[in-house]
């Protein structure tokens, strides 16, 4: 009897022991792209009710999210295209930010500034002020383990933007950005495997 419970013992200590291996290996394989979304976006150009100010200044607010647990990101320059909208066949201005690395978990706010085509702007703002604009935003992204980094994934996110006769964004939280081009699940494959991993390995020792 002792020596069956020792037994019984050693393999519920092994199934934790697979289930805390394959969580730290979900952590380690799973990789989850940058949040990204528009915090402040401001055209003084736009004000009302004179629309006498010349001043072309485009300025926006990024805020950038790592939701990796054990990967940091390095980025290259961010690239901010502001639309017009909804055609986006014209564009008001064009905002460049520096690259920067951010580490795992953490969050981080980037002010950029550019210089607006007003006549483009105009023309997308109704009779009541209002501007309806398109903002996309493309980088490229490292993400950095032990090992180093891994090869650069391209990020190419958008947004639909109001801003009002002030030239203001109008809805006070942040606006997500969110990919134009949806890839498959990669995550579900990677967890169907570690699931499978840990069911044949606990086999062994019923």
Known sequence: MPAARRKEG????????????ALFLWLWIHTSN????????????????????????????????????????????????????????DVIGNILMPGFYQGYRKKASKLGQGTANTTVAFRAVSENGTGYFR????????FKTIYGYSKRHRIRVGADVVVNASGVKVDPKGIRL????????????????LVNFLVFTSLDFW
């Open 178 to 193: 969110r990919s134009m081009t949806p890839k498959m699940g990669n995550s579900c494959v990677v967890l169907g495997a």
């Open 135 to 142: 903002v996309d935003m493309a980088t490229a992204v490292k």
């Open 34 to 89: 940058p949040k990204c979304s528009i915090q402040t976006l401001s055209l003084p150009s736009l004000s009302r009710p004179s629309n006498l100010t010349t001043d072309p200044t485009l300025s926006l607010t990024l805020r950038l999210v790592n939701p990796n647990q054990l990967k940091g990101i390095r980025y290259d320059p961010l690239n901010v295209t502001v639309y017009d909208f909804p055609n986006k066949s």
């Open 10 to 21: 050693c393999g519920c200590c092994s199934c934790i022991g697979l289930g805390i291996s």
